[in-house]
Every structure is written in C-alpha cells, then in structure tokens.
C-alpha cells in the first residue's frame, strides 16, 4: 500500500529524530539576514525591497529609483552587484548548503517536485510567520541561484513551483494524468483516504510503486493545475461546481450536500459564509431567493430546504398526506400517515394532527384509519 514511510531501525530512527531537530531550528530569515551582513546599507535596502525581505512589499526597480532619486537601471547595477557579494562572502556556502539541505530533503520526501505553497508550507510549518520566512526562500532560491532547487514554471499541467536538479517533471506528469483519470471515471469529490484507496488498487501503483507514498500523492494533487480542493476537505477537478462553487445556488448545494440533511435558509447562509468560498459574504435574502427559484431545492418546513434528490415532497402537509395515501391504496393508521409524512418533510407532528383534522379532506375510519374524503376506501 502507498504509504508514509516509518523509521524502522534504531538507526532509522536516530537520523529521523535528528533530521527532526534540524527542521525545527530551519529558520530562513535568521540564515539569511546574517548573510545579508556581507553588503553595504543601501545593498541591504534594495535586495530587502526588491525581494520583499523582512515583512516589506516587493517594490519595481522604478519605485526603489524614485526614492534614491536614480534610474531603474542604476537600481538593477547595484540589486546584481549586491547578488554578486553575496555569492562570493565568506558567509554564503555555509548558509547555501543548510538551506539546499532543508529545503532538498522536504522535495526529497514528497517525489522531488512540489507546487510552491505546499513547499514553503511544510519547509515552514514549524514557525509561526509563514508570509515573513516564505521570501526569504523564494529570494534564496530565485535569487541566489541554488545549485538543488530548480525552478518549476506555470504550464498547462502544473502549477508553478520547484523540484530537485536531479529530478524532472515526467513522473509528476504521468501521475497526475493518472489522478485526473481516476476523478474522471468516479465523477465526484474524494477524501484523500479514498483517493490513496483507489490509487492503491490500480496498475499505475504496481508499475510505480517504490516512487508513490502518501505525500507524493498529496505533493501531485497540490501540483496539478486540473485539481483543487473544496472547504470541506474533498478533492476534485477544478472545472467541478462541487469542488469550485461560484454561483450562489451552486454554494448552497454543496453546503446542503455536506451536511447531509435539510437547514434553515438562516443555517444555510451562515455555512456559506464559513466556506468563505471566493470571499464573497452571502446574504440571507438572496440566499433565500435562489432556493426558491431553483428546481434543486425542496421547501419542507418554515423556511427549511432539502435537495430535490434527497426524496423531500414540496407542498402543504396535507398534500403530502394526499400523496401518501394514493401510494398506499388510500387507507393508513395515523401513526403511519406521521412517520412517512416526516420521511418528506421537516414538520411537528402536530402540524400533521391538525391537517389530518381537516374533515374536507379526510375521513377517520372506526378502526382509527384514515383516508382521503371522496375514495372507496372512505
């Protein structure tokens, strides 16, 4: 089975623990701000500016030159000259080889090529200042020119990212073909459990398995430009409304989908919002109105919505009562009306007392039965 691989000998697990140690005292900006001690105050500015170093926003060669008062190409002289000092200090080879070595075993670990967020996620994931670390690998990586880390652009199949120089992207591409093969055939969204479970069974692992583990799977399903994941943690291809809900009723059905019963067009729309799908804040009333207007949702309660599929009946209690005992040949106990009754819609019993009262429409049996007024059977 394609699983995470555990240290298995004491010697296994000496280097996994130390391997450990030296993740969590990974801290880029620290290896890098000393480095940046090799270049003169203004070097200093420009690089930090430029690249975004230090919780400042990348600026453009032109707005660094306004406010030195020089040209953009004056700029761009002193970012190269600054670059180039950098790669000859003294301070650089120690600081590279620490950073090629705990970025190179994180690559190594999840099949040598990973989409850039996932990366600097699991690179940085032991420290609490994500957004402040992450340029400081980008500029190291990008910038410096790490003789590991090689460069993986935005292509039709990938997401942008990076991949050891030992590795190319044909067995990533291979593997992800496979994956959108797999969403293909089951057309609907997977946890990951289930995708490890089906990519297990296939061929594709037979012929590859001493390349696929769990985190190379997770590695491809992060890198691949045709997947995407929805808020409730289930894979799919990004074209899915189930994965990528854009309008409004398409929210509410994977809300209503998810939760797996009927919601108050209120619960509804405070479900949207915790989704935070596109980062569009739903209102109730046009969520309210789009359950109305669409085919997919059933009205069983005061204000109450189910999907169509689920087999909830639209109309008054009392024309589901009509429905249910034209099903049956038109004679049921009460206890019996009650429990289909609330199979198909979300009432009190109560309510179902008082539309089985309504003498117009139906008729008490002695025999404590009911049926429709006006039917044989009444």
């Known amino acids: 089975m394609a699983e995470e691989i555990q240290p298995t000998t004491l010697l296994d697990k000496i280097i996994s623990a130390e391997h450990e140690r030296e993740q969590a005292e990974f801290v880029p900006s620290?290896?890098?701000?000393?480095?940046?001690?090799?270049?003169?105050?203004?070097?200093?500015?420009?690089?930090?500016?430029?690249?975004?170093?230090?919780?400042?926003?990348?600026?453009?060669?032109?707005?660094?030159?306004?406010?030195?008062?020089v040209t953009?190409?004056?700029?761009?002289?002193?970012?190269?000259?600054?670059?180039?000092?950098?790669?000859?200090?003294?301070?650089?080879?120690?600081?590279?080889?620490?950073?090629?070595?705990?970025?190179?075993?994180?690559?190594?670990?999840?099949?040598?090529?990973?989409?850039?967020?996932?990366?600097?996620?699991?690179?940085?994931?032991?420290?609490?200042?994500?957004?402040?670390?992450?340029?400081?690998?980008?500029?190291?990586?990008?910038?410096?020119?790490?003789?590991?880390?090689?460069?993986?652009?935005?292509?039709?199949?990938?997401?942008?990212?990076?991949?050891?120089?030992?590795?190319?992207?044909?067995?990533?591409?291979?593997?992800?073909?496979?994956?959108?093969?797999?969403?293909?055939?089951?057309?609907?969204?997977?946890?990951?459990?289930?995708?490890?479970?089906?990519?297990?069974?296939?061929?594709?692992?037979?012929?590859?398995?001493?390349?696929?583990?769990?985190?190379?799977?997770?590695?491809?399903?992060k890198l691949g430009k045709d997947f995407s994941q929805n808020p409730f943690g289930q894979w799919g291809l990004v074209s899915w409304k189930t994965i990528t809900p854009k309008r409004m009723g398409d929210k509410i059905f994977l809300v209503l989908k998810k939760h797996g019963q009927p919601l108050h067009y209120r619960e509804i729309t405070d479900q949207i919002n915790e989704c935070n799908f596109d980062h569009k804040k739903a209102h109730a009333p046009t969520v309210h109105n789009e359950l109305i207007l669409d085919d997919r949702y059933v009205l069983v309660g005061r204000g109450i919505y189910a999907l169509k599929d689920w087999g909830f009946e639209p109309g008054i209690v009392a024309d589901v009562i009509d429905r249910v005992l034209d099903e049956v040949g038109g004679v049921l106990t009460r206890e019996e009306i009650i429990q289909r009754v609330l199979d198909r819609r979300v009432v009190k019993r109560g309510t179902i007392y008082l539309a089985l009262a309504d003498k117009k429409r139906f008729a008490h049996t002695p025999d404590g039965q009911y049926s429709k007024v006006g039917s044989a059977s009444a």
């Open 30 to 69: 620290f290896l890098l701000r000393a480095l940046l001690e090799a270049i003169n105050q203004r070097e200093q500015e420009v690089i930090s500016r430029r690249h975004g170093l230090g919780g400042k926003k990348k600026e453009t060669l032109e707005a660094i030159g306004g406010s030195f008062r």
């Open 72 to 221: 953009r190409e004056r700029i761009r002289q002193i970012e190269n000259t600054a670059l180039r000092h950098l790669r000859d200090s003294e301070a650089y080879q120690p600081v590279a080889e620490r950073m090629d070595q705990a970025l190179g075993r994180i690559l190594d670990a999840h099949g040598g090529v990973m989409e850039e967020n996932h990366l600097m996620s699991e690179a940085l994931n032991h420290l609490s200042g994500l957004d402040l670390e992450a340029p400081y690998v980008i500029f190291f990586i990008r910038a410096l020119g790490s003789e590991l880390v090689h460069e993986v652009p935005e292509s039709e199949h990938f997401k942008a990212g990076w991949r050891l120089s030992h590795k190319d992207t044909a067995f990533p591409h291979a593997h992800i073909q496979e994956l959108k093969s797999i969403f293909n055939t089951i057309e609907t969204p997977l946890m990951f459990d289930d995708i490890v479970e089906i990519v297990n069974k296939g061929q594709f692992y037979i012929n590859y398995q001493h390349e696929i583990n769990n985190d190379v799977i997770g590695a491809h399903l």
